[in-house]
């Protein structure tokens, strides 16, 4: 949480940091459960189609995690569509980024209208 909170602080455009500060604890247990549930439970591949709109740029906290399919093909017996979208997870919903992110998900709506 303090390294989520130190990279809001370099960032001013963040609207998290607010309201992470003013409940320090209640989100230190939320990612501790989080952790848990992520450790603990198993899901079930399914048989559907996954598309993942991913960031080209990692930020420095997911480094360490990052996968090309961000984890995703543990979920499905199908292959990730994968989408490189400009920026990091949270610049590509703004502009000039945003606008890949509405043309890739044209794509995607209009690949899965033509297999469904």
Excluded: C
Excluded at 104 to 115: A, D, E, R, T, V
Aim: no cysteine.
């Amino acid at each position: 949480i303090k390294l989520i909170i130190s990279h809001h602080q370099q960032d001013p455009s963040s609207h998290l940091l607010p309201k992470i500060a003013d409940n320090l604890p209640l989100w230190e247990q939320m990612l501790g459960h989080r952790l848990t549930l992520m450790l603990t439970h198993k899901i079930k591949k399914i048989s559907a189609q996954i598309t993942l709109f991913k960031s080209s740029e990692i930020l420095p906290e997911y480094s360490e995690i990052d996968a090309k399919d961000n984890h995703w093909s543990g979920y499905s017996t199908l292959p990730i569509k994968i989408y490189e979208v400009p920026g990091n997870h949270h610049t590509m919903l703004y502009a000039p980024n945003s606008g890949s992110l509405a043309e890739y998900i044209q794509k995607s709506l209009n690949y899965q209208g033509n297999h469904i």
